[in-house]
């Protein structure tokens, strides 16, 4: 059988194309106090709860650790409690990245130039909301970035969060290609997990808050995307097939 040539890259978002979790960590932590709570997440905590995808349902899993004893009688005044406590984070995180709180992990953004200017398809998926994609790539790439990442999955397209690989069956259904035409980024046991169910080699970069993370079954593991090049991809891509 002809090996199939590379022709798409899909990322994960949160933690593999930008370094965003500290940020992310600590505009929770603003939420809480805006709403009046007496939580607050440290790293060590936050690392565990990073084992849930999504940040509405990283709340909810939290509420029932601290809360757990207390009967919940009213599901629907708990969503609506943990929709305006994800909205204020919202609000707190995009601030910080105004505030050049977040930035593109090392390699990233020539990586992604090259891989553009070499004809790649480029693709996100993730479970974070779109707002905290749009916010992160305006400021670090400009206004074109949609036109660079053609094809974007995230919580509003993907409801069933990640280790499901429903983001990725429909970032490969919408770039047109098949799994094995692509090579997956990701930084964490959940994405690795979700990219591999769909059938995709990947590339993982872990970073402080998921080096602790189950990788086995891979294609790579390295710290960053540093000094990455196309041509590596395509060579990686081709050992995937072997």
Partial sequence: MKPETLRALIF????TLADTESAHRAAFNDAFAESGLDWHWDEPLYKQLLEVSGGKERIL???GQVRGDIPVIDTGALADTVQRIHDLKTAFYERKVQEGAVQLRPGVPHLIDSAFDAKLRLAIATTTSPVNVAVVLRSAIGPDWAHIFQVVEDA???????????????????????????LAFEDSGNGLRAAIDAGLPTIVTPNAFTTHHDFAGALHVVSDLQGKTVEELRNWHASAQR
């Fill in 156 to 182: 509003s397209t993907a409801p069933r969060k990640k280790p499901h690989p429903q983001v990725y069956l429909q970032a490969l259904q919408r770039l047109r290609v098949r799994a094995a035409q692509c």
């Fill in 12 to 15: 994960d978002f949160d933690g």
């Fill in 61 to 63: 899993h939290y509420w």
